[in-house]
């Protein structure tokens, strides 16, 4: 068994990612989105990474992985007394990672730097990684214009139509030396790209300068898991975007989006029907369980994934022989 590097974002991506814990422990390096993140009150909020370290910690609520189990708002309602915003919604808990990382922040601490220490803190054993430490926003582009993700998500209730996406700051970013470290470590079995929104949740890492010829050069596979089951998202907004921008939302859709990145494809059974037109596109396809309502499903699935990856370097293997 070697290091495996996963890819997340979103309570989907969290959910294997904690399977993939539980089979990799300290050899398992999450890498997250931060293309969401957002200012509210003077204060920096990473949705995504608070996603990973509530659910990796064991302490995500089972309704709404990126609030705390039992989450309280007395915080939110006393904002609102006072004649501040109703939303984003501020749980009492919560807001303690938002207010530790803007003052870590203002005091020149990295990102990754202070990730690392809020997971250390919940007895995490997996590495979670920020997919840079400099700003990146992912900006919605729609017939008004542009918005930022977290405008388009709270204000606008994803309702307007979208057109593209723009990735600002993503050009001047850059992949951290922790990141560097285990992509290029020596026993890297696999790379997987967990199942989240492709355009807001997992194509912001890729836009991280260098990131992509990272992922190329790697030595282990690159294997997704679709998001999209019985054409449409589980949750989030995936099947609706693909839809506005000419794709298909299916598993083919989504292994469109990773083409000339990732090695296999993992779709639900329910779409095995589909595998041979994910195929068609030069990837190894493995029909698997992709809904996870149980940790043993996470679990199963990070095995699939995995065994997926090791029968892909197998192959390949016999090719070069």
């Known amino acids: 068994m070697g290091t495996v590097v996963a890819l997340a974002g979103q309570v989907g991506g969290a959910k294997l990612a904690e399977g993939l814990q539980r089979l990799r422990g300290r050899d398992l390096a999450v890498i997250v989105n931060t293309g969401d993140d957002y200012e509210h009150l003077g204060l920096a909020f990473s ?11 064991g302490r995500a609520s089972a309704s709404a992985g990126w609030d705390l189990e039992g ?3 007395a915080l939110q309602a006393m904002v609102r007394t006072l004649g501040g915003p109703d939303r984003p919604l501020l749980g009492d808990r919560s807001t303690a990672a938002a207010l ?20 250390r803190r919940l007895e995490i054993v997996a590495r979670v990684l920020p997919m840079c430490d400099e700003s990146v926003r992912t900006n919605v582009l729609t017939a008004e214009g542009a918005v930022t993700f977290h405008e388009y998500f709270n204000d606008l209730g994803c309702q307007p ?3 593209g996406f723009q990735y600002a700051g993503a050009a001047d970013a850059r ?13 890297l079995e696999a790379v997987v790209l967990c199942p989240a929104n492709p355009y807001h949740a997992i194509r912001p890492i890729f836009e991280v300068s260098g990131m992509k010829e990272l992922l190329r050069k790697r030595g282990a596979p690159v294997v997704a898991v679709t998001p999209i089951v019985g054409g449409k998202a589980l949750r989030g907004t ?12 299916s598993p083919r859709g989504v292994a469109g989006e990773y083409l000339r990145l990732i090695d296999g494809f993992i779709l639900d059974r329910e779409d095995a029907d589909c595998a041979e037109s994910v195929r ?7 029909a698997a369980q992709t809904v996870m309502r149980t940790m043993e499903d996470r679990v199963a699935l990070a095995r699939a994934a995995l065994d997926f990856a090791a029968a892909i370097r197998e192959r390949r293997a016999l090719e070069v022989e």
Not at 48 to 57: A, G, Q
Not at 109 to 119: G, M, P, S, V
Not at 238 to 249: F, I, V
């Open 47 to 57: 949705p995504d990474i608070d996603t990973m370290l509530y659910t990796l910690s």
């Open 71 to 73: 989450e309280s708002r």
């Open 100 to 119: 530790l990382r803007s003052d870590g922040l203002r005091a020149g601490r990295r990102l990754t730097e202070i990730t690392l220490d809020f997971a």
């Open 161 to 163: 139509e979208v057109h």
């Open 175 to 187: 992949p951290s030396d922790e990141i560097f470290d285990a992509l290029h470590a020596a026993d």
């Open 238 to 249: 995936a099947g609706k975007m693909m839809r506005e921008l000419g794709r298909e939302p």
């Open 280 to 286: 068609s596109l030069g990837v190894e396809v493995l």
